[in-house]
């Protein structure tokens, strides 16, 4: 039972971050939606928070997340059939969004292992945090998806 | 940066109760001064004098777990209770309790202690007689100092062979207030203006 954590008590997680995370959202995605993805993104960062090995990068970690259920969200509100990527990002076209419509096919899980690792250069650790995995499973989806994409766009040659 | 409205932050801290390790509080007024109360989904463990944020999240998570947070509405029922004992409509409570930190001779302490009723009091010794070890008394002495949930678990009616108080982890002021609030002490008479 009495094993150290690794990682501060996430009272002191949230406090340090919240404000941080809820300014990158009204950002990212407008006042309107940064609520809901606000608390979203928190209970994620809670759901994997138990399973950190170490205290470092929690800040860029919780970002990542946060810019994670951004383009979750946009991916739920875009309409069906439509491919372009929802014009949520306002400043500058980042990596993740060059691959969003580009990923568009593959399962969630290959999809977003692939956007985290090749759209965030995440290491999978981080992934696996950020999917309620672990790294081996994160490894296998990313490499799944690579595999996928190449078979479709070998098919389309 | 504008900081998070404390609609969003209590909004969160609600929908999280349910995937926490030890979801806490403080209570900053009650007759006994401020306390932190921690429950885990078994139940509640800690009641906490004189809180000091930072070393008792530390404590919650290093036995429970890192996912702490203060979620008010998760200790809603430990409040309540407590409310209705400090104001004398309750002498019992209804609470499960959390011991899975405590060590196995600590538990059985306390597990005496719990039978030892509202308005009543015992010694160290007599409680060390209990659990087997008649010469523990000192040891029951610290096992009473750690209660990890004083109050709940009342290890203010534990008192010195010749009656006297003793001790407290909250201090002598404290178990003298909780054992005149359940009548175990005589109440103290006002003094009569001329």
Same mark, same amino acid.
């Given at each position: 039972m009495a094993c150290p954590s690794p990682v501060p008590p996430f009272e002191r997680f949230y406090e340090a971050h919240k404000d941080e995370v809820l300014a990158f959202l009204r950002r990212r995605a407008g006042r309107e939606r940064a609520d809901d993805l606000f608390q979203e993104t928190f209970l994620r960062a809670l759901r994997a928070y138990g399973r950190l090995r170490h205290a470092e990068h929690l800040r860029a970690w919780v970002l990542r997340i946060a810019a994670n259920a951004v383009v979750d969200a946009a991916r739920r509100e875009r309409p069906q059939g439509s491919t372009a990527a929802e014009p949520l990002v306002h400043d500058r076209r980042p990596a993740f969004a060059e691959l969003a419509p580009l990923t568009d096919g593959l399962p969630p899980r290959e999809r977003a292992a692939v956007v985290l690792r090749y759209g965030y250069d995440l290491d999978y650790h981080a992934i696996g945090a950020a999917l309620g995995s672990n790294e081996q499973a994160a490894r296998q989806a990313a490499s799944a998806g690579v595999r996928r994409l190449r078979r479709r766009w070998e098919a389309g040659q | 940066m504008s900081s998070v409205p404390t609609a969003l932050d209590a909004r969160f801290r609600e929908a999280a109760a349910g995937l926490l390790d030890v979801a806490y509080d403080v209570l900053d007024e009650t007759p006994v001064g401020p306390l932190?109360?921690?429950?885990?989904?078994?139940?509640?463990?800690?009641? #906490? /004098?004189? !809180? $000091? !944020? *930072?070393?008792? $999240? *530390?404590? $919650?998570?290093? +036995? /429970?777990? !890192? #996912?702490? $947070?203060?979620? !008010? +509405?998760?200790?809603? +029922?430990? #409040?309540r209770e407590l409310d209705e004992y400090f104001a004398g409509r309750r002498r019992a409570f209804d609470l499960e309790l959390d011991l899975r930190a405590v060590p196995e001779f600590q538990r059985r302490v306390l597990a005496e202690l719990r039978r030892v009723g509202y308005g009543q009091t015992t010694t160290y010794g007599a409680l060390a007689a209990r659990v087997g070890s008649p010469r523990a008394a000192r040891a029951v002495g610290v096992v009473m100092n750690r209660n990890p949930v004083p109050i709940v678990l009342p290890c203010h009616r534990v008192v010195g062979a010749g009656g006297s108080l003793v001790g407290y982890g909250g201090g002598l002021a404290r178990k003298e207030w909780l054992l005149r609030l359940e009548g175990a002490l005589p109440e103290r008479r006002p003094v009569r203006a001329r």
């Open positions: - | 932190l109360l921690g429950v885990s989904d078994h139940g509640l463990c800690r009641v #906490r /004098f004189d !809180p $000091l !944020p *930072e070393q008792d $999240l *530390e404590w $919650l998570a290093r +036995r /429970f777990g !890192p #996912r702490v $947070l203060r979620s !008010p +509405r998760a200790v809603d +029922r430990v #409040r």
